[in-house]
């Protein structure tokens, strides 16, 4: 039901992200969805892959420091108002959000929002509940 996010952890100089995304097109990752968060040292990059299970050990097995999240990914309609519709209802329940990321959907008019909280099936329950699309990893494939 949820999709799996990989974060690496990348240390803040020049060329390092190069370095990082070259490593993703030499492999042939799909990356579906890119973004990164950062401090003065260090990054931490957030992706969404095709493959997710076999890019977590082909980055490991390459000295990068990097682990496996469970995130929650919703189908919002790609026009204004979509993504605060999504945030009210989360707010309404008293979810907090820790991170949110958003990027359009393949071959659909829809954007694909992703975000991060402490308890995805209590989250998910909601979102159906309020007639919010729940997209998982096999969903991701079909896109």
């Known amino acids: 039901m949820y999709i799996n996010q990989i974060s690496v952890f990348i240390e803040n100089k020049p060329g390092n992200l190069a370095k990082f995304t070259n490593f993703i097109a030499e492999n042939q990752i799909d990356m579906r969805a890119f973004e990164i968060a950062d401090s003065s040292d260090f990054g931490i990059i957030r992706i969404i892959v095709d493959k997710p299970l076999d890019t977590l050990t082909l980055l490991k097995d390459n000295d990068w420091i ?29 979810v907090s959000v820790e991170y949110v990321y958003t990027f359009l959907a393949r071959g659909t008019d829809d954007a694909l929002m992703i975000f991060r909280v402490k308890e995805n099936d209590k989250v998910a329950a909601v979102l159906k509940k309020n007639n919010i699309k729940i997209v998982s990893q096999e969903d991701l494939l079909k896109m």
């Open 66 to 94: 990097c682990n496996l999240t469970q995130v929650i990914g919703v189908k919002i309609p790609d026009k204004p108002g979509a993504m605060a519709k999504a945030m009210n209802i989360l707010a309404e329940a008293g």
